[in-house]
């Protein structure tokens, strides 16, 4: 009987390095909210990607990249993005910036 771990393991690797690079093209979370590239895939909230899961995910490699997002989430493993996340930066921001001064003049 084979091993498969290595595999395994590479293959996974290889998945987050794709999820990691894909950002959210369309919608509340894409390019027009987010410029200039859209929220990292990664990053998006649980509950926006249980909405997709429950009406169906986008056609071809986003959907699927969002459904193994989702999957990894909803397990409580949103970590395993941690690596990810601080080569880029940190994670990505969602809400707009509050003002923190104001002028009542």
């Known amino acids: 009987m084979a091993d498969l771990t290595e595999i395994d393991r590479e293959d996974f690797r290889n998945l987050l390095v794709e999820i990691g690079r894909t950002r959210m093209p369309f919608g509340k979370f894409g390019i027009k909210e987010y410029p200039p590239s859209g929220v990292p895939i990664m990053d998006l909230p649980v ?59």
Not at 68 to 94: N, T, W, Y
């Open 47 to 105: 509950e926006y990607l249980v909405w997709f899961k429950d009406r169906g995910f986008p056609k071809g490699r986003l959907g699927e990249l969002m459904a193994q997002v989702c999957e990894i989430k909803e397990v409580g493993m949103d970590a395993v993005f941690d690596p990810i996340r601080q080569s880029l930066g940190g994670r990505h921001p969602l809400r707009q910036e509050r003002r923190r001064s104001f002028d009542f003049d």
